[in-house]
Protein backbone atom coordinates (compact mmCIF):
# COMPACT_ATOMS: atom_id res chain seq x y z
CA UNK A 1 0.00 0.00 0.00
CA UNK A 2 1.25 3.32 -1.21
CA UNK A 3 -0.92 5.95 0.47
CA UNK A 4 -4.38 7.45 -0.56
CA UNK A 5 -5.71 6.73 -3.96
CA UNK A 6 -7.93 8.70 -5.48
CA UNK A 7 -9.91 8.55 -9.11
CA UNK A 8 -10.21 9.93 -11.42
CA UNK A 9 -7.43 12.78 -11.54
CA UNK A 10 -9.80 14.98 -13.61
CA UNK A 11 -12.90 15.74 -13.72
CA UNK A 12 -14.96 17.91 -16.53
CA UNK A 13 -18.73 17.53 -16.90
CA UNK A 14 -21.52 19.98 -17.85
CA UNK A 15 -23.66 21.52 -15.33
CA UNK A 16 -26.56 19.79 -13.84
CA UNK A 17 -25.03 16.32 -14.33
CA UNK A 18 -23.86 14.08 -11.48
CA UNK A 19 -20.71 12.98 -10.68
CA UNK A 20 -19.03 10.57 -8.35
CA UNK A 21 -15.54 10.08 -6.84
CA UNK A 22 -13.53 7.44 -5.35
CA UNK A 23 -11.42 7.08 -2.63
CA UNK A 24 -9.19 4.33 -1.11
CA UNK A 25 -7.46 4.99 2.04
CA UNK A 26 -4.07 4.06 3.22
CA UNK A 27 -5.13 0.27 4.29
CA UNK A 28 -4.60 0.53 8.84
CA UNK A 29 -6.04 3.75 9.04
CA UNK A 30 -9.97 3.74 9.89
CA UNK A 31 -10.55 7.51 9.41
CA UNK A 32 -11.07 9.16 6.17
CA UNK A 33 -11.91 12.38 5.26
CA UNK A 34 -13.02 14.57 2.39
CA UNK A 35 -12.52 17.71 1.88
CA UNK A 36 -12.54 20.62 -0.56
CA UNK A 37 -10.07 23.33 -1.68
CA UNK A 38 -10.62 26.39 -4.20
CA UNK A 39 -7.96 28.56 -5.47
CA UNK A 40 -6.13 30.58 -3.07
CA UNK A 41 -8.02 28.72 0.31
CA UNK A 42 -6.80 25.95 2.64
CA UNK A 43 -8.47 22.92 2.68
CA UNK A 44 -12.38 22.94 3.79
CA UNK A 45 -13.97 19.83 5.83
CA UNK A 46 -17.02 18.13 4.05
CA UNK A 47 -17.38 14.84 6.13
CA UNK A 48 -15.54 11.81 7.66
CA UNK A 49 -15.56 8.52 8.32
CA UNK A 50 -14.73 5.73 10.90
CA UNK A 51 -15.11 2.58 9.74
CA UNK A 52 -18.12 2.45 7.84
CA UNK A 53 -19.95 4.96 10.38
CA UNK A 54 -20.09 8.71 9.04
CA UNK A 55 -19.44 10.70 12.00
CA UNK A 56 -19.58 14.21 10.91
CA UNK A 57 -20.77 16.40 8.04
CA UNK A 58 -20.75 20.07 7.32
CA UNK A 59 -22.73 22.64 6.67
CA UNK A 60 -20.46 22.88 3.12
CA UNK A 61 -22.14 19.33 2.28
CA UNK A 62 -25.53 20.54 0.28
CA UNK A 63 -28.05 17.99 0.26
CA UNK A 64 -26.62 17.04 -3.64
CA UNK A 65 -23.56 15.92 -1.76
CA UNK A 66 -23.65 12.21 -0.47
CA UNK A 67 -20.83 10.14 0.69
CA UNK A 68 -20.25 6.95 1.60
CA UNK A 69 -17.96 4.21 3.37
CA UNK A 70 -19.89 0.84 3.11
CA UNK A 71 -17.39 -1.60 3.93
CA UNK A 72 -14.71 0.64 5.85
CA UNK A 73 -12.68 0.25 3.21
CA UNK A 74 -12.68 2.75 -0.01
CA UNK A 75 -15.39 5.70 -0.02
CA UNK A 76 -16.99 7.54 -2.87
CA UNK A 77 -18.50 11.09 -2.85
CA UNK A 78 -21.38 11.78 -5.37
CA UNK A 79 -22.28 15.18 -6.65
CA UNK A 80 -25.26 15.58 -8.07
CA UNK A 81 -26.78 18.30 -10.43
CA UNK A 82 -23.39 20.15 -10.74
CA UNK A 83 -23.36 24.01 -10.57
CA UNK A 84 -20.00 25.39 -11.49
CA UNK A 85 -19.80 26.80 -7.85
CA UNK A 86 -18.67 22.72 -7.12
CA UNK A 87 -15.34 23.52 -9.38
CA UNK A 88 -12.71 22.60 -6.84
CA UNK A 89 -10.14 20.05 -6.17
CA UNK A 90 -11.88 17.38 -4.14
CA UNK A 91 -9.11 15.93 -1.59
CA UNK A 92 -9.37 12.84 0.40
CA UNK A 93 -7.41 12.03 3.23
CA UNK A 94 -7.03 9.22 5.86
CA UNK A 95 -5.48 8.74 9.70
CA UNK A 96 -5.55 6.06 12.07
CA UNK A 97 -7.90 7.36 14.90
CA UNK A 98 -7.93 10.84 16.24
CA UNK A 99 -5.21 11.65 13.25
CA UNK A 100 -2.82 12.76 16.13
CA UNK A 101 -0.30 12.23 13.57
CA UNK A 102 -1.59 13.94 11.00
CA UNK A 103 -3.60 12.85 7.93
CA UNK A 104 -2.38 11.43 4.87
CA UNK A 105 -3.93 13.15 1.69
CA UNK A 106 -4.71 11.32 -1.90
CA UNK A 107 -3.62 13.52 -5.27
CA UNK A 108 -7.07 14.94 -4.98
CA UNK A 109 -9.88 15.27 -7.68
CA UNK A 110 -9.74 18.45 -9.67
CA UNK A 111 -13.56 18.81 -11.16
CA UNK A 112 -14.49 21.51 -13.59
CA UNK A 113 -18.39 22.21 -14.09
CA UNK A 114 -18.48 23.88 -17.35
CA UNK B 1 -12.43 35.31 14.54
CA UNK B 2 -11.62 32.17 11.84
CA UNK B 3 -10.80 29.21 13.38
CA UNK B 4 -6.92 29.90 12.14
CA UNK B 5 -5.71 32.75 10.58
CA UNK B 6 -2.23 33.18 8.86
CA UNK B 7 -0.29 35.63 7.15
CA UNK B 8 -1.42 36.22 3.80
CA UNK B 9 2.10 36.36 1.95
CA UNK B 10 3.27 35.97 -0.82
CA UNK B 11 6.98 36.07 0.92
CA UNK B 12 9.34 36.08 -1.62
CA UNK B 13 12.92 35.55 -0.11
CA UNK B 14 16.62 34.87 -1.86
CA UNK B 15 17.81 31.76 -1.48
CA UNK B 16 19.92 31.53 2.11
CA UNK B 17 17.66 34.04 3.72
CA UNK B 18 15.65 32.89 6.71
CA UNK B 19 11.70 33.13 6.60
CA UNK B 20 9.29 33.14 9.63
CA UNK B 21 5.95 32.35 9.36
CA UNK B 22 2.99 32.98 12.17
CA UNK B 23 -0.55 31.53 12.99
CA UNK B 24 -3.18 32.18 15.35
CA UNK B 25 -5.82 29.89 16.17
CA UNK B 26 -9.22 30.55 18.00
CA UNK B 27 -10.03 27.65 20.47
CA UNK B 28 -7.81 27.76 23.07
CA UNK B 29 -8.87 23.85 23.73
CA UNK B 30 -6.86 23.05 20.84
CA UNK B 31 -4.95 19.81 21.11
CA UNK B 32 -2.84 19.23 18.08
CA UNK B 33 -0.62 21.54 15.59
CA UNK B 34 0.58 20.52 12.27
CA UNK B 35 2.17 22.47 9.12
CA UNK B 36 1.85 21.11 6.14
CA UNK B 37 3.62 22.20 2.62
CA UNK B 38 1.52 22.26 -0.31
CA UNK B 39 3.04 22.22 -3.45
CA UNK B 40 1.11 24.42 -6.62
CA UNK B 41 -1.49 22.12 -8.38
CA UNK B 42 -0.45 18.97 -5.42
CA UNK B 43 -2.06 17.90 -2.49
CA UNK B 44 -0.69 18.70 1.45
CA UNK B 45 1.84 16.75 2.68
CA UNK B 46 2.82 16.99 6.60
CA UNK B 47 5.76 18.69 7.00
CA UNK B 48 5.93 18.68 10.68
CA UNK B 49 4.05 18.28 13.90
CA UNK B 50 4.29 20.94 16.33
CA UNK B 51 4.99 20.21 20.13
CA UNK B 52 4.75 22.68 23.21
CA UNK B 53 8.10 22.35 23.82
CA UNK B 54 9.02 23.44 20.37
CA UNK B 55 10.90 21.40 17.41
CA UNK B 56 13.45 21.33 15.14
CA UNK B 57 13.89 19.17 11.81
CA UNK B 58 16.90 20.38 10.06
CA UNK B 59 16.38 24.01 8.67
CA UNK B 60 12.90 24.05 9.95
CA UNK B 61 11.69 24.79 13.39
CA UNK B 62 8.01 25.23 14.57
CA UNK B 63 6.78 26.82 17.56
CA UNK B 64 3.51 26.69 19.44
CA UNK B 65 2.72 29.14 22.47
CA UNK B 66 -0.25 28.33 24.25
CA UNK B 67 -1.26 31.06 26.04
CA UNK B 68 -1.04 33.52 23.13
CA UNK B 69 -2.63 30.75 20.79
CA UNK B 70 0.39 31.41 17.90
CA UNK B 71 2.08 28.85 16.11
CA UNK B 72 5.20 29.64 14.06
CA UNK B 73 7.29 28.10 11.59
CA UNK B 74 11.02 29.33 10.98
CA UNK B 75 12.73 28.48 7.92
CA UNK B 76 16.97 28.98 7.70
CA UNK B 77 18.90 28.72 4.68
CA UNK B 78 16.08 29.01 2.07
CA UNK B 79 16.67 26.63 -0.55
CA UNK B 80 14.87 26.96 -4.36
CA UNK B 81 12.79 24.01 -3.31
CA UNK B 82 11.28 25.46 -0.45
CA UNK B 83 9.17 27.74 -3.04
CA UNK B 84 5.67 26.42 -1.64
CA UNK B 85 2.40 27.15 0.49
CA UNK B 86 2.29 26.35 3.48
CA UNK B 87 -0.14 25.54 5.67
CA UNK B 88 -1.10 26.16 9.27
CA UNK B 89 -3.56 23.06 10.86
CA UNK B 90 -5.02 22.64 14.74
CA UNK B 91 -6.99 19.53 15.74
CA UNK B 92 -9.54 22.12 17.39
CA UNK B 93 -10.70 19.34 20.01
CA UNK B 94 -9.35 15.82 21.65
CA UNK B 95 -8.94 14.17 17.99
CA UNK B 96 -12.72 13.32 17.56
CA UNK B 97 -12.94 16.64 14.92
CA UNK B 98 -11.14 17.53 12.16
CA UNK B 99 -8.29 19.64 11.07
CA UNK B 100 -9.21 22.88 10.67
CA UNK B 101 -6.72 24.19 7.72
CA UNK B 102 -5.69 27.74 7.56
CA UNK B 103 -5.65 29.75 4.35
CA UNK B 104 -1.81 29.01 3.37
CA UNK B 105 0.95 31.72 3.21
CA UNK B 106 2.58 31.31 -0.45
CA UNK B 107 6.87 31.15 -0.20
CA UNK B 108 8.91 32.03 -3.35
CA UNK B 109 12.26 31.38 -2.67
CA UNK B 110 14.07 33.59 -5.18
CA UNK B 111 17.31 32.51 -7.03
Known amino acids: DTGVSQNPRHKITKRGQNVTFRCDPISEHNRLYWYRQTLGQGPEFLTYFQNEAQLEKSRLLSDRFSAERPKGSFSTLEIQRTEQGDSAMYLC????????????FGSGTRLTVV | RKEVEQDPGPFNVPEGATVAFNCTYS??????FFWYRQDCRKEPKLLMS???SGNEDGRFTAQLNRASQYISLLIRDSKLSDSATYLCVVNMNSGNTPLVFGKGTRLSVIA
Open chain 2, 27 to 32: NSASQS
Open chain 1, 93 to 104: ASSTWGGNYGYT
Open chain 2, 50 to 52: VYS
